[in-house]
């Protein structure tokens, strides 16, 4: 064998055992993306408490300045003893006008009270109560995905945005590194 064709074979063994190390590297590397399954929302019900204000009609009683009801009563007593002093005669005159000042007393008593019951006004009040909205929010999504013969699920703050996930040693890369900006350095003149 002449140096040249050893040469050959010895850059030829060297090509095919690492063309064979690459190829078997990859085989036991596994795949490098993982199969999406299926994605689901994950969802929390989020409890707010709101204060609701609503105006509303509300009817007062005016200030009464005779809770007593004293001047119905007597206005009542003396229109009642008049009226009474006007029927019969001697000690029955005497009797019906008192009867009389007594009922027209009572009378005058309770139409000053109905009259001071219906004595009313209205304003507006302001009302406020506190009520609990619901409403649901996603808060993140579970995935199911095959890595080889594997069945798996991960829980990613968004959804894949294709049906495959990079996978590198043997891991799944759900978020990308942040890029750093290097800062221009500008001359000084």
Do not use: F, W
């Amino acid at each position: 064998m002449n140096k040249s064709m050893l040469t050959g074979a010895i850059i030829g063994g060297a090509a095919v055992i690492s063309l064979g190390s690459v190829a078997g590297y990859q085989a036991l590397k596994g795949p490098s993306y993982a199969q999406v399954m299926q994605v689901a929302e994950v969802k929390e019900t989020v409890k707010t408490p709101e204060q609701v204000c609503k105006q509303v009609q509300i009817t007062h009683r005016k200030p009464v300045k005779d809770e007593n009801r004293i001047a119905g009563t007597l206005i009542g007593g003396l229109v009642g003893g008049a009226l009474g002093n006007q029927v019969g005669g001697g000690n029955g005159k005497k009797i019906a006008t008192v009867a009389g000042a007594v009922g027209g007393g009572y009378a005058g008593n309770q139409i000053q009270k109905n009259m001071q019951q219906k004595d009313t006004y209205t304003s507006s009040e302001q009302r406020c109560k506190t009520v609990t909205r619901s409403h649901d929010r996603v808060v993140g999504y579970d995935v199911q995905y095959k890595l080889g013969d594997k069945i798996d699920t991960v829980r990613m703050s968004q959804p894949p945005t294709s049906d495959r996930i990079p996978v590198e040693h043997g891991q799944l890369v759900l978020a990308t590194a942040p890029v750093a900006i290097t800062p221009a350095v500008v001359p000084a003149n």
